[in-house]
């Protein structure tokens, strides 16, 4: 990627996202390393933002930075849970999900990463779809009794990841998978990005999500959070939420070799380039 002229590179890059000069200090750290990006629901329904987060990973794409892609769809599903009253549950942040609500998560997902896949499209960057129906590429076994169609990860394809790759299309993975019986589960996206960075010994996980980082008690920014801490603000219910599957996923990316886990603000112009190309990194770093 260090042979990009800096002409090119000022074709690629956004005129409000980092400058050239800066980028080029940051392109050869990331040679040939795989970037495992999640954004949540509560940012991708924000057509702005929606489309600001396509514009940067095709600019990623173009730089010459391997992408993976995975979405939420939290807010959606809601949405769509709302208008056919139907209520939902959440244990410690994840869904209660039963068979009528399984089948409604995944209608709703696979139609978003439908979206996300033609905006990149349109951006000319070449993807792949990942759900439950295409692609699949992940094994599950249910998290919990109380939880119904919520799975936890036991196995993720990586060699399916890494073709897909190698023929220079961008992963976009829906948070769902398959049981050994095919049956179709739900999974947080938080989740899916942790377990497909381990799995691929990512250089880097970025989730981008709609708050400044992680929060303290007075709704301040904690720069950098270790297990101790986070497991005190979980106790004194200051981390609550989606936050707590969350921060706890990221934790244990942090101790099972990913080098940088980073929750970042997807409100912000272009969060993720700035993140990855310059000095101005911001949002909460997690460390073991
Ligand atoms: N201590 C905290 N710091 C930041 N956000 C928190 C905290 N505790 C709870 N949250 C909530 O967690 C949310 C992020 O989780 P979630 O809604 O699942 O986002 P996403 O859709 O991006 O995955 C924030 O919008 C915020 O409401
Ligand atoms: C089990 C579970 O809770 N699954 C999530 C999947 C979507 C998700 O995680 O979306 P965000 O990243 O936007 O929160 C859900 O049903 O909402």
């Known amino acids: 990627m260090s042979s990009l002229k800096e002409e090119e590179l000022k074709n690629i890059l956004p005129k ?7 980028v080029k200090k940051y392109l050869e750290k990331y040679n040939d390393e795989f970037i495992v990006i999640k954004c949540g629901g509560s940012v991708l329904v924000d057509s702005k933002l929606f489309k600001i987060f396509i514009e940067d990973v095709a600019v990623l794409k173009k730089l010459g930075f391997n992408p993976i892609v995975i979405h939420g769809g939290g807010k959606r599903i809601n949405n769509k849970l709302g208008e056919l009253n139907i209520k939902s549950d959440f244990i410690n942040g994840l869904r209660v999900t039963d068979k009528n609500t399984i089948n409604i998560v995944e209608d709703v997902l696979i139609e978003f990463n439908k979206e996300i896949v033609n905006a990149l499209t349109d951006q000319s960057c070449e993807t792949r779809r ?9 094994t599950v076994k249910p998290e919990s009794d109380k939880l119904g169609f919520v799975g936890t990860p036991t196995h993720i394809k990586t060699n399916v990841l890494k073709e897909i790759i190698k023929v220079n299309e961008v992963p976009v993975v829906a948070p769902l ?7 179709t ?10 377990s497909v960075a381990k799995e691929l010994k990512a250089r880097r996980l970025m989730i981008i999500s709609d708050v400044e980082g992680v929060l303290d008690s007075e709704k301040k920014l904690i720069p950098e959070i270790n297990s101790k801490k986070a497991n005190e603000l ?4 200051v981390i609550s939420g989606g936050m707590i599957p969350k921060i706890k996923n990221c934790l244990d990316v942090a101790s099972n070799g990913v080098k940088a886990v980073v929750i970042i603000d997807g409100r912000k112009n272009h969060s993720l380039l700035f993140e990855l190309l310059s000095d101005k990194g911001s949002g909460t770093l997690i460390r073991e």
């Open 130 to 138: 990942i759900t439950s129906k295409e692609y699949n590429i992940i």
């Open 177 to 183: 998978g398959l049981d050994e019986n095919n049956q």
């Open 16 to 22: 409000d996202g980092p400058t050239v000069k800066e």
């Open 234 to 237: 979980i106790d004194q219910e």
């Open 185 to 194: 589960f739900n999974i947080n996206a938080d989740t899916v990005a942790g």
